[in-house]
């Protein structure tokens, strides 16, 4: 059996000094590359570069 998906060992990269809550699903696990204008949420997986959130599934109309 495979293991299911988990961010698990992604977020324990992170410090909590290092994680900001998630403006599109408010858990604290949105974290940032220094030096880099994007932030990736790993638990909802919102990806946003300088405050744009991308539509990463393709699903928003454009
Ligand atoms: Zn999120």
């Known amino acids: ?3 299911p998906p988990s961010n698990v060992d992604l977020l324990a990269w992170f ?3 290092e994680r900001n809550v998630c403006s599109q699903c408010g858990v604290q696990a949105c974290v940032s590359l220094p030096d880099v204008p994007a932030h990736f949420c ?3 997986g919102a990806i946003t ?3 744009i959130r991308l539509d990463t599934a393709g699903i928003l109309p454009v």
């Open 1 to 3: 059996m495979n293991q």
């Open 49 to 51: 570069i300088a405050g």
């Open 42 to 44: 790993l638990a909802c």
């Open 15 to 17: 410090g909590d000094d």
